[in-house]
């Protein structure tokens, strides 16, 4: 039961009306009590429905990605199973897991409406904009993806909001040694490493090599902001992605890094 309000109501009242006061300010507090319980739980129950349409989404759209070309590969699945593990997701969530993922490699699954969805029931971008790189990650886990997968990753970008895909911002990124636990692919590159880990930095922290030291900075504290794990949680990431989430800002700090120590910054 909540008493917040009732004591502070009452409080406030003694002071300006005495003994009447009180009993007046405490009804008030009363009613503010119930409608903050009510808002709450109605948040609770919003942030649990966010979390399993998100939960759902990742794994079935996973799913009608690695079936895009045909078949699914050995490395889609376990790049399937790496997310799985990193959720540390126990048996029975598992299975349901991997039952949205079978679920959307069905002709008959609907993207578009697994995608609105998710769109009006999770509204924070940066929580769909994680939702997206996860689903790139699977396009590009067997090496450069078809046309046709690109135009998939395209259309899906779109029916989130956020326009076309910039496929070199992309690659520049996967081409990283962030990316490599996930294929070997793409460890047998042929540029020069120390310039093409710089032009990852730069991808990952979203601005141009000749950025200065402040727009630099400030970059790198808007994509810490926008992806602090508990920020994420309270918006509707589920529990079980919190690792990935720290991965996230600690693949940040490493291309901030990278790059404070390429152009000398201070700090």
């Known amino acids: 039961m909540n008493w917040l309000g009732k004591i502070l109501g009452a409080i406030f009242g003694y002071l300006l009306l005495g003994p009447v006061g009180a009993f007046i300010g405490f009804l008030i507090g009363h009613y503010f009590d119930k409608g903050l319980s009510r808002d709450w739980r109605a948040h609770v129950r919003g942030r649990g429905a966010t979390q399993q349409v998100f939960f759902d989404s990742v794994f079935s759209v996973m799913g009608n990605i ?3 070309d045909g078949r699914v590969s050995e490395r889609e699945l376990q790049l399937a199973r790496n997310v799985m593990d990193q959720m540390a997701l126990k048996d029975e969530r598992k299975h349901e897991a991997m039952r ?12 578009d409406e697994t995608l609105q969805l998710l769109r ?4 924070e971008q940066h929580l769909l904009r994680l939702f997206l790189e996860m689903q790139v990650q699977i396009a590009y886990v067997d090496g450069m993806p078809k046309p046709h997968v690109k135009e998939l990753l395209q259309h899906i970008s779109q029916q989130l909001g956020f326009g076309g895909i910039n496929f070199a911002h992309v690659e520049a990124m996967l081409y990283g040694p962030w990316r490599g636990q996930q294929s070997q692919h793409y460890q047998r590159r042929t540029t020069q490493p120390g310039a093409a880990t710089l032009t990852e930095a730069y991808a990952i922290l979203e601005i141009q090599s000749n950025a200065d030291e402040v727009e630099v900075k400030r970059a790198y504290r808007r994509k810490m902001n926008q992806n602090h794990p508990d920020k994420l949680l309270a918006k509707g990431l589920p529990k079980e992605m919190i690792e990935m989430a720290t991965a996230k800002t600690q693949q940040i700090k490493a291309a901030y890094e990278q790059i404070k120590q390429a152009r000398g910054f201070s700090k």
Do not use: I
């Open 100 to 111: 949205q993922f079978n679920e959307g490699k069905k002709p008959t699954f609907s993207l």
């Open 66 to 68: 690695a079936k895009a």
């Open 120 to 123: 009006t029931t999770c509204r």
